[in-house]
């Protein structure tokens, strides 16, 4: 079974302070995807990355930054945290060619203050 | 904004086969169906993807008509442990991103 797993299930943060969400997965996928999922507005794409070094802008990228030095690792900063980022937030990976299959995390869900 | 439009919520006793309509009007011709199931607290799972037709695997089945303007997924005799949000998606192959609608909250009662 494909593993993806989150640094943190829970965190809390204060407005101002850089936070680092790490995610890794064990099947050598290319395809890596940040989310955050809101009551309401469903899920939405933060970032994503085809490769390693490789980034991309989803739908709300804004106040959000990405790296990718490890094919297996996908980490999403958040540089100065706002009470608007407080979310839950998804990684996922998949293979090229079959975006529609993707395997998400078990989530991190963040409060900042 | 989601290519797919599908009820907010449904109940259904356990045992009942239940099926989960969704609306694509305007998908195009590259895009597949998928469904993924979210339990509370948990990342989306994904079930099960098609084209056109039926499709059948261990856990659903997928019916898309002919003119692919709505899918169907059908849940056989549902237990409690099947009450979760599942979305339905519209996604073309080469595509990077899937967009999650609100989803259908499934709820199973005893």
């Known amino acids: 079974d494909v593993k993806v797993t989150q640094s943190s299930r829970y965190l809390v943060k204060r407005t101002g302070e850089k936070v680092f969400l790490e995610c890794v997965q064990d099947m050598d996928h290319e395809n890596m995807f940040w989310y955050r999922q809101d009551p309401g507005l469903g899920l939405r794409l933060i970032y994503f990355?085809?490769?390693?070094?490789?980034?991309e802008k989803g739908d709300i990228p804004e106040g959000y930054s990405v790296s990718r030095e490890k094919k297996e690792r996908f980490s999403l900063i958040l540089e100065s945290a706002s009470t608007n980022q407080t979310s839950m937030y998804l990684c996922a990976s998949g293979v090229p060619g079959q975006t529609y299959e993707q395997y998400f995390g078990p989530g991190t869900r963040l409060t900042v203050t | 904004l989601a290519k797919t439009t599908q009820p907010i919520s449904m109940d259904s006793y356990e045992g009942q086969e239940v099926n989960i309509t969704c609306s694509h009007n305007?998908?195009?011709?590259?895009?597949?169906i998928t469904w993924y199931q979210q339990f509370p607290s948990q990342g989306p799972r994904f079930i099960i993807q098609g084209y056109k037709t039926k499709v059948t695997n261990e856990v659903a089945s997928l019916f898309i008509p002919a003119d692919r303007k709505s899918s169907t997924l059908s849940l056989p005799r549902v237990s409690l442990s099947d009450t979760a949000v599942y979305y339905c998606l519209a996604s073309g192959a080469g595509s990077y991103q899937l967009t999650f609608g609100k989803g259908t909250k499934l709820s199973v009662i005893p």
């Open positions: 305007n998908i195009a011709t590259n895009d597949y």
């Open positions: 990355s085809y490769d390693v070094k490789m980034k």
